[in-house]
């Protein structure tokens, strides 16, 4: 995002923790009183879930034009000087690597407790149906987009940015008359830059609404029945995180892991709250260019461009979650059926959209190809909600972090801005509006 004229307010974290604290305890209040069904159905179903969708609608409003404009900005500038292909080839790369290390540390952590494998949950119950699964072939082929508006309209992730940098590319070719769509698009930047401001400012509340709709609903009484699985998920999910991730910072980046934690952690409470990389995106970019030093042209590229490949969280979910349903229905996978675990799981993972569960339906694909039943879903589902507001947190670490680890390599880094711990800040100046 543009900081000439306007940036992100910085995500007061207290207030967003205020919301998220009372949201859930209003939630399970609620769950544990069981009101007369006309005043839960007013409460929780009318006040409490509208008012969550509208600020998750709204947030995914800024999606597209926060993408095309930050892609076709930074695809722009980066094709200008050549090197386009080289940082997207250095990020496709850690992408695919952090995402098979992540699958195969869920595998191994799954096989290792056996999770499900002495578990009673035919009980559960779910109205969960699980949708027709695409062929790769298919898959793939709809990375392309046919009509690109038709993609914007559709927030088809994937097709608006091969189109925002095909574009891009295109005008940093196209000599003075491509300079001068670029330099409007930076204007639009800045109006774009200005618009989340202002949505920003519903954060608190809207996370309030989310989360005590959700408790309302599900309670805690779920996670006693999946009490393995859904611990296993947040250890591996909490162990990549920290240790994977700043591993990586240290040995790839060089950088001081508990600085980048110190910046990126409101943005890890606002993707707790929201469970949506994709609406996360805004709040990430800003962190990532202002904060943690990463170049408007780098940033401006690859958050957008990982928020929608860069799946490490869901990937973990989807290897435990394999390994368990299997578990649970006596069906022995074997090696080879974990190394195609571990490569189907990739491959849905960067082509899963950044948005709330999504990743429950590209685990079908998964489970078919190891010969599970996808019906098995329904036995975690209840309480996926909540470990899907968990593995947003590691899908939106790992795109930061790969940002930093490539603009770094490729001297778009400002050092002296990821050491600052008050950097950004004076940055943040709200905008009149």
Known sequence: M????????????????????????????????????????????????????????LMKMLVVPVVFISLVCGA????????????GAKALFLYILTTAAAISLGIFFATTLNIGGSAQLAHVQSNYVAPPVPSLFDTFLKMFPSNPFAAMAQGEMLQIII??????VAISFSGERGQRVADL??????????????????????VFFLLASLFARVGFQLIGDLLGYFFTVVGVLIL?????????LVVLGRLNPMMFFKKFYPVMVFAFST???????????????????????????????GATVNMNGTAIMQGIATVFIAHVYGIEIGI??????????????????????????????????????????????????????????????????????????????????????????????????
């Open 2 to 57: 543009s900081t000439q004229a306007a940036s992100i307010k910085p995500v007061d974290t207290k207030k967003i923790l205020i919301g998220m604290l009372f949201g859930t305890i209003v939630g399970l209040i609620l769950n544990f009183l069981q009101l007369p069904k006309p005043i839960d159905t007013f409460l929780v179903d009318g006040i409490f879930s509208f008012g969550g969708q509208v600020f998750i609608t």
């Open 76 to 87: 722009s500038s980066l094709g200008e000087s050549g090197k386009i292909g080289r940082i």
């Open 163 to 168: 189109f925002s940098v095909l574009v891009g």
């Open 185 to 206: 698009l930076h204007n639009m930047n800045t109006v774009v830059a200005t618009l989340v401001t202002m949505i920003f400012r519903l954060t608190p509340y809207g």
């Open 240 to 248: 990549h995180g920290l240790v994977v991730n700043g591993f990586l």
């Open 275 to 305: 469970s949506s990389s994709t609406a996360t995106i805004p709040v990430t970019l800003d962190t990532t260019e202002n904060k943690l030093g990463v170049a408007k042209n780098v940033a401006s590229f690859l958050i957008p461009l």
């Open 336 to 433: 080879a059926g974990y190394l195609t675990v571990v490569l189907m799981a990739t491959i849905a993972a960067i082509g899963t959209a950044g948005i709330p569960s999504v990743g429950l339906i590209t685990l079908v694909m998964v489970l078919n190809q190891v010969g599970v039943p996808a019906d098995g879903i329904t036995l975690i589902i209840g309480v996926d909600r909540l470990l899907d507001m968990t593995r947003t947190v590691v899908n939106t670490m790992g795109d930061a972090i790969v940002a930093c680890i490539v603009a770094k390599s490729e001297d778009h880094f400002d050092q002296a801005t990821y050491d600052d711990p008050n950097a950004g800040l004076q940055l943040s100046s709200q905008p009149e509006l």
